[in-house]
């Protein structure tokens, strides 16, 4: 049996985590949800996930710094926030995130990015 790929979810927000969780699981996937950055830090050394996913609405201080420790452990991370967060999206391209989405497209092309990160 194939080992299962395990992602990493920063936020609370039942639409995303229900589709997510929906789009993971025939794949083999695993869903791990946090609600804090201390939380999420302390999930990403024991869950040791191939993909990390920050709901940018959801992101405190310290967020950038998780993802780059992500980036270092060689973790992909996808960030999405609301279309009128514009420069937030942008401060998150500059983290380092592999994809940043507006709401409405990240949940649009969740189906297309999950294979890609889960294979």
């Given at each position: ?86 420069e937030l999206r ?30």
């Amino acid at each position: 049996m194939e080992a299962a790929k395990t992602i990493l979810a920063l936020g609370n927000n039942l639409m995303y985590t229900a589709s997510i969780r929906d789009v993971a699981a025939p794949l083999g996937g695993i869903l791990i949800t946090a609600e804090s950055i201390v939380e999420l830090k302390d999930k990403l050394d024991t869950a040791h996930p191939t993909l990390l996913i920050i709901d940018l609405s959801a992101a405190t201080p310290g967020w950038k710094d998780l993802v780059a420790e992500a980036k270092r452990r060689g973790v992909y991370v996808i960030a999405f926030g609301p279309h009128v967060q514009e420069e937030l999206r942008k401060e998150a391209e500059e983290a380092g995130c592999d994809k940043v989405f507006v709401n409405s497209k990240f949940k649009l092309e969740l189906p297309n990015l999950l294979p890609t990160y889960l294979k």
